[in-house]
């Protein structure tokens, strides 16, 4: 999880540059107001962060609770 919340981040990161610009066009020529908002991103990712982090707590759980249950069977 850890290496697609890393990808995910990299384009959370070009997606918001490609806002930024949207954003100073339509504060300075009033053009490309339709686009989406560099806080909106923002707001996205962090929501899927919190799933990939969960996502990660879990897997360490279940590989934690498989190596406990072979040494107990030892």
Same mark, same amino acid.
């Given at each position: 999880?850890?290496?697609?919340?890393?990808?995910?981040?990299? &384009?959370? *990161?070009?997606?918001?540059?490609?806002?930024?610009? *949207?954003?100073?066009?339509?504060?300075?020529?009033?053009?490309?107001?339709? @686009?989406?908002?560099p806080?909106?991103? @923002?707001?996205?990712? *962090? &929501?899927? @962060?919190?799933k990939?982090?969960?996502?990660?707590v879990?897997?360490?759980?279940?590989?934690?609770?498989?190596?406990?249950?072979?040494?107990r &069977?030892?």
């Open positions: 999880m850890t290496t697609v919340a890393a990808v995910d981040h990299v &384009r959370k *990161s070009r997606a918001i540059q490609r806002a930024d610009v *949207s954003a100073w066009y339509c504060t300075n020529h009033g053009t490309r107001c339709d @686009e989406t908002k806080a909106t991103i @923002e707001d996205d990712w *962090s &929501r899927r @962060e919190r990939y982090k969960a996502a990660d879990l897997l360490f759980v279940v590989a934690a609770g498989a190596v406990i249950a072979v040494r &069977r030892r």
